[in-house]
């Protein structure tokens, strides 16, 4: 089993910044893509950002030039750097990682979710 524990969120004045962590453990053979995800009241969930294993990235037309995604391979860790922030950037932000168990057995894997909220 393979869990996704977020952490970083919370309530910041637009303008402002912050940075969400995403740390895999468990039973991991090797992760794949990773990426970012948010949902804001009432909207579905879209994609903010995502990572591949060797380092390619792409973002929301929304987030572009404002957030940054990185990855930590050996901590199997994926962050994001958000700057700039607007109060339209508030919603529950969750991680999602393909993580493999072995070499063809693999899964999408979902953390638990961290809410930002950005006050005007």
């Known amino acids: 089993q393979v869990r996704m524990v977020e952490s970083g969120g919370g309530l910041v004045q637009a303008g402002g910044s912050l940075t969400l962590s995403c740390a895999a453990s468990?039973?991991?053979?090797?992760?794949?893509?990773m990426g970012w995800y948010r949902q804001a009241p009432g909207k579905q969930r879209e994609l903010v950002a995502a990572i591949t294993s060797g380092g390619s990235t792409n973002y929301a037309d929304s987030v572009k030039g404002r957030f940054t995604i990185s990855r930590d391979n050996a901590k199997n860790t994926v962050y994001l750097q958000m700057n700039s922030l607007k109060p339209e950037d508030t919603a529950v932000y969750y991680c999602?990682?393909?993580?493999?168990?072995?070499?063809?057995?693999?899964?999408?894997?979902w953390g638990q979710g961290t809410q930002v909220t950005v006050s005007s």
């Open positions: 468990g039973n991991i053979f090797r992760i794949n893509d």
């Open positions: 999602k990682a393909k993580v493999y168990y072995s070499t063809y057995r693999y899964s999408d894997v």
